[in-house]
């Protein structure tokens, strides 16, 4: 089975920088992915790793290690709207047809 | 360009009944995914189709079926509602059914299904 864990919430500040850890234990590894989702909306496609390292797009960055399961979205110059819940994703298999997600992280900004 | 459009957007029903829940995907896209969110929790898989055809099905009991049109538009058909069925029912598309690379999902913005 797939266990994808992530923390409940988070509080940060307006301009502040948060960083949401993902661990994951799967049976197989192919892909992991960060989503975003607003209140009531579907869940948009924040970025994807494959290989360790950082991925960086904008004022978010993504890391992974495949090493020791994890995974942290880093969201910089926090904005309002980027109060929303951030759901980590893992692909296990290469062939794997499907996205188990953790529960997800609720961030909230505060002014 | 439309993204993934679903319909009904609520809906409410009762115990017992049946619902059925409709996706249409991004044009070109060949696949489709259905994942059931419940409150609080992350998607969880139900079904992916691709070219019509069934490719994966996730831990869901046989009350819950799927098919996809050849338009590439999906139902999802839930018979017998439990109150546990109480969820948002989001439809997904992508290109490909899971070859190497991202082959990113496209979320719709799902259907609310309220059982009383």
């Known amino acids: 089975g797939q266990n994808i864990d992530q923390p409940t919430e988070m509080t940060a500040t307006e301009g502040a920088i948060v960083q949401i850890n993902c661990t994951y234990q799967?049976?197989?590894?192919?892909?992991l992915f960060w989503y975003q989702q607003h209140a009531g909306e579907a869940p948009t496609f924040l970025s994807y790793?494959?290989?360790?390292g950082l991925e960086e797009k904008g004022r978010f960055s993504s890391f992974l290690s495949r090493s020791k399961g994890y995974s942290y979205l880093l969201l910089k110059e926090l904005q309002m709207k980027d109060s929303a819940s951030y759901l980590c994703?893992?692909?296990?298999?290469?062939?794997?047809?499907?996205?188990?997600f953790g529960a997800g992280t609720t961030v909230t900004v505060r002014a | 360009d439309a993204g993934v459009t679903q319909s009904p957007t609520h809906l409410i029903k009762t115990r017992g009944q049946h619902v059925t829940l409709r996706c249409s995907p991004i044009?070109?896209?060949?696949?489709v995914s259905w994942y059931q969110q419940v409150l609080g929790q992350g998607p969880q898989f139900i079904f992916q189709?691709?070219?019509?055809?069934?490719?994966g099905r996730g831990n869901f009991p046989d009350r819950f079926s799927a098919r996809q049109f050849p338009n590439y538009s999906s139902e999802l058909n839930v018979n017998a509602l439990l109150l546990g069925d109480s969820a948002l029912y989001l439809c997904?598309?992508?290109?490909?059914?899971?070859?190497?690379?991202?082959?990113?999902?496209?979320f719709g913005a799902g259907s609310r299904l309220t059982v009383l």
């Open positions: 044009s070109g896209h060949k696949s």
């Open positions: 799967t049976s197989g590894f192919n892909g």
């Open positions: 994703a893992v692909r296990a298999l290469s062939n794997d047809y499907k996205l188990s």
């Open positions: 189709y691709y070219e019509k055809e069934e490719r």
């Open positions: 997904a598309s992508s290109l490909g059914a899971g070859e190497a690379g991202a082959n990113v999902l496209t």
């Open positions: 790793n494959v290989l360790d």
